[in-house]
C-alpha cells in the first residue's frame, strides 16, 4: 500500500474495477502517459478504447480512452492531454503512483485487425493522442501475423509532442521479443506542423503530394495490399478518410470488414 494514496471519499460504483496507478510520465504541459493494474478478467483486442473514471464524486466521470498497451500486457497504458477545465482530465493530470482508477468492465473499437481485410502493408495514420491505440497495435504480434509491413506515421505541431511515439518507436525495436518481428518491417514515419523538425508537413498534404510515398520508397495506397488505420480529430479523420477512399479503399467495421477504419482520438 502507497502512503501517499489519496484515501477513497466515496464507494467503487457497481460493475466498475478500481485499479491502482503504477507510473506516470509527463511529457509536456499538455501530455501525459499512465500505466495502471490490469484486472485478470479483463480481456480486450488490441486498438480498443475503454472507459475510465476518478474515484472522486458519488457518480464520477466517465471518458473514452484507447488502451496504449497491447492485449498481452499484464499492466494497462493510457496517453493522455490535460486540459485545465477538463471534466476528467484537470484531475487525472494530478494522479501518482498508488492511486486509484475506475474502469469500465466492457473494451470496445474499429481500430482492430478483425475489421480490416487481410491485406501486406498496414498503414497507422495518427495526430496527437491519436497515436494511443497504435501503441497498443504495433506491440502486438499478432498485427505481424497479419501484415509483412507495417507504417505508423506521427504528426503533431511542434518536436516535444512527438516524444510519446519517438519513444514508443525506440522502445518496440530494442524490445527482444517484439524487435525481431518489427526488425526491417516498421517504419516510424514522424512530421510536425508548427515547429521546424527534420519532417514537417500535415499528413493529408504529404499523401496528396506523394510525399510520404516516396520518402518511404513504398508505393501510394492500393486498394489490393494496402489497409489503413486512422486515429486523430474529427477534422483529421474526415478528411484522411477522404484521401484514402480517393485510392479505391472502402471503409470497414467489425460486422463488415474492408480496407480501412477510423476513430476519433478522444479528449478528456
Ligand atoms: P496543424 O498544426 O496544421 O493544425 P491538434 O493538436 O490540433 O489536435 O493537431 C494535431 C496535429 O494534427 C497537428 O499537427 C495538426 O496540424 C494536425 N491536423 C489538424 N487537423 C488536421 C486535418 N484536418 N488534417 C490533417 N492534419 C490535421
Redesign the pocket.
Known amino acids: 500500500a502507497n502512503e501517499n494514496a489519496a484515501p477513497l471519499r466515496f464507494p467503487i460504483p457497481a460493475n466498475v474495477h478500481a485499479e491502482t496507478v503504477v507510473s506516470v510520465t509527463h511529457y509536456t504541459d499538455s501530455l501525459f502517459s499512465f500505466r495502471i493494474t490490469r484486472p485478470q478478467s479483463f480481456r480486450f483486442r488490441s486498438g480498443e478504447f475503454v472507459m475510465i473514471g476518478l474515484p472522486n464524486a458519488e457518480k464520477p466521470i466517465f471518458r473514452a480512452y484507447s488502451i496504449a498497451s497491447p492485449a498481452w500486457d499484464e499492466e494497462l497504458e493510457f496517453y493522455s492531454i490535460k486540459v485545465p477545465d477538463g471534466p476528467l482530465t484537470s484531475e487525472l493530470q494530478k494522479i501518482a503512483p498508488g492511486d486509484t482508477i475506475l474502469l469500465r468492465q466492457k473494451s470496445t473499437g474499429t481500430l482492430v485487425l478483425d475489421a480490416l481485410k487481410p491485406g501486406k502493408r498496414l498503414w497507422m495514420i495518427a495526430?496527437?493522442t491519436g497515436i494511443a491505440p497504435f501503441a497498443s497495435l504495433i506491440r502486438d504480434p499478432e498485427t505481424y501475423d497479419k501484415f509483412e509491413q507495417v507504417v505508423l506515421t506521427n504528426?503533431?505541431?511542434g518536436v516535444a509532442e512527438l516524444q510519446y511515439g519517438d519513444q514508443l518507436f525506440a522502445a518496440v525495436s530494442e524490445d527482444p521479443l517484439i524487435g525481431e518481428l518489427t526488425a526491417g518491417r516498421l517504419t516510424y514515419y514522424a512530421t510536425?506542423?508548427?515547429e521546424d523538425s527534420p519532417r514537417t508537413g500535415?499528413?493529408?498534404d504529404l499523401i496528396s503530394s506523394g510525399k510520404l510515398f516516396a520518402d518511404l520508397g513504398f508505393d501510394a495506397f492500393d486498394p489490393e495490399t494496402d489497409r489503413v488505420m486512422i486515429c486523430?480529430?474529427i477534422?483529421?479523420i474526415r478528411?484522411?478518410s477522404k484521401l484514402v477512399a480517393d485510392f479505391g479503399l472502402v471503409e470497414g467495421s467489425n460486422a463488415a470488414p474492408a480496407d480501412f477504419v477510423v476513430e476519433r482520438a478522444f479528449v478528456g
Open positions: 495526430t496527437g504528426t503533431c505541431r510536425t506542423t508548427r500535415r499528413i493529408t486523430g480529430s477534422d483529421m478528411d484522411v
